[in-house]
Structures are given as structure tokens and as C-alpha cells.
């Protein structure tokens, strides 16, 4: 079965600095999907960034990257410069390919707080 | 992207009663998918709505509790049925707008419910 593990439950960060979020993974399968969201108070997951397994490239997506360790099954989100509107909950999810659809496996989230 | 909407956003509920949530997509997708996230939980997925066919529920969901309709490709709703306090949660659809398992997964804005 496949698992995601944030072990990050609470983050703070000054703003205009950067952020790791931790995330890990474990799955047999081969080929897979990696995700993450951002989910503010409001309760709307926003998608921010995803990187397949077969990508040699680590994703970019603006002030968001990703450090993809495939050997160590881990898939870090990096946030540059960080925002008071980047605080929220955000969370790191693997996509099960193995059946019909696009499920999800969420992690439990870390909760970012971001200080002026 | 696409545009997801739900209705209602947010909503108080008596014990015992039922509630339809709905899902409108502004282009036509083959998948959707609700999910439940129960307070300070991460998101667990409730079922997979296939245009055209029967409803897929994961373990511990049932279609007797949680009725869903897909009548066609952009709309979808789910039902919660009888509720308890314990049925307080955001409900959240997404959908797969690859529909090849790649990584342009969004969800709507969510649906928080409380049940009294």
C-alpha cells in the first residue's frame, strides 16, 4: 500500500525567507505521481506543484520547487521568499496509478505560519 | 485549470437530516472524486463518479450513506445522508483533468459542513 509521511506538524518562518517542508513516500509502485496543496483557512485545496516519477528534473513552479530524492523516497517542497499569505496547511500526496482514477493518498499536513 | 464550484460552501445541519452537495466542472472530465477532511484530519477519499456507471467506494464508505450522482460530464453530486455530529467535515470533489493520471488533479473550494 502506498503511504505519505509529514513529519513537519507545525512550521514558522520569517517572512522573506525560505522553507522546506519534509515530505516521504512509500510505494512499490514504479511509476507514481507526487503533489502538493496548499489549504488555507478557508478549506480550498489549491494545487501548487507536481513531479512525476520519471522526471529527471526537480519541479519549479514560481517560489515553489521541489527536492525529488527518488532513491530516498522523499519529495521536499521549497517555498522562496515566503509571504504572510503563504501561511496555511499544505499537503504532500502521492497518486495511486495502480487503479482507475486519480486517488489521492494525503499525508497529515504541515502547518505553515509565516512571521512579518 | 479548470473552474470547480460547489455548493453549498458552507452549511449547519440538524441530526438525522440529509444534504446534497454539488459539483459543477466548466469543461467536460471523465473523473471526479469526493473527499471528505475531517476536523485537523487530512483528506480521505469517499468514492470515484464515472459518468455512466456506478459510483466506486472506497473502504468504509457506503452508497447508502453517501449516494452520488454523476448524470453527466461536468456535474457530479454527493449526498450525506442521516447525519451525525460524527458527519462533520469539509466535503471536497476534484477532478482529473488529464484523465491519463498525470498531475492536472484540482479540487473545488470544499463544502464545510456541521452537523448539530
Known amino acids: 500500500a502506498q503511504k505519505i509521511t509529514q513529519t513537519q506538524p507545525g512550521m514558522f518562518v520569517q517572512e522573506k525567507e525560505a522553507v522546506t517542508l519534509d515530505c516521504t513516500y512509500d510505494?512499490?509502485?514504479?511509476?507514481?505521481?507526487l503533489f502538493w496543496y496548499k489549504q488555507p483557512s478557508s478549506g480550498e485545496m489549491i494545487f501548487l506543484i507536481y513531479q512525476g516519477s520519471y522526471d529527471e528534473q526537480n519541479a519549479t513552479e514560481g517560489r515553489y520547487s521541489l527536492n525529488f530524492q527518488k532513491a530516498r523516497k522523499s519529495t521536499n517542497l521549497v517555498i522562496s521568499a515566503s509571504q504572510l499569505g503563504d501561511s496555511a496547511m499544505y499537503f504532500c500526496?502521492?497518486?495511486?496509478?495502480?487503479?482507475?482514477?486519480?486517488?489521492?493518498?494525503f499525508g497529515q499536513g504541515t502547518e505553515l505560519s509565516v512571521k512579518p | 485549470s479548470a473552474v470547480i464550484s460547489q455548493k453549498p460552501s458552507r452549511d449547519i445541519c440538524q441530526r438525522g437530516t440529509s444534504l446534497t452537495i454539488q459539483c459543477q466542472v466548466d469543461?467536460?472530465?471523465?473523473?471526479m472524486f469526493w473527499y471528505r477532511q475531517q476536523p485537523g484530519q487530512s483528506l480521505t477519499l469517499i468514492a470515484t463518479?464515472?459518468?455512466?456507471?456506478?459510483?466506486?467506494?472506497e473502504s468504509g464508505f457506503v452508497i447508502d450513506k453517501f449516494p452520488i450522482s454523476r448524470p453527466n460530464l461536468t456535474f457530479s453530486t454527493l449526498t450525506v445522508s442521516n447525519m451525525s455530529p460524527e458527519d462533520s467535515s469539509i466535503y471536497l470533489c476534484?477532478?482529473?483533468?488529464?484523465?491519463?493520471?498525470?498531475?492536472?488533479?484540482?479540487f473545488g473550494e470544499g463544502s464545510r459542513l456541521t452537523v448539530l
Open positions: 476534484s477532478v482529473d483533468l488529464a484523465g491519463e493520471n498525470t498531475g492536472e488533479l484540482f
Open positions: 500526496a502521492i497518486l495511486d496509478r495502480r487503479n482507475q482514477g486519480g486517488k489521492l493518498i
Open positions: 463518479a464515472n459518468q455512466g456507471s456506478e459510483a466506486t467506494y
Open positions: 510505494t512499490s509502485d514504479q511509476s507514481y505521481g
Open positions: 469543461s467536460q472530465v471523465t473523473m
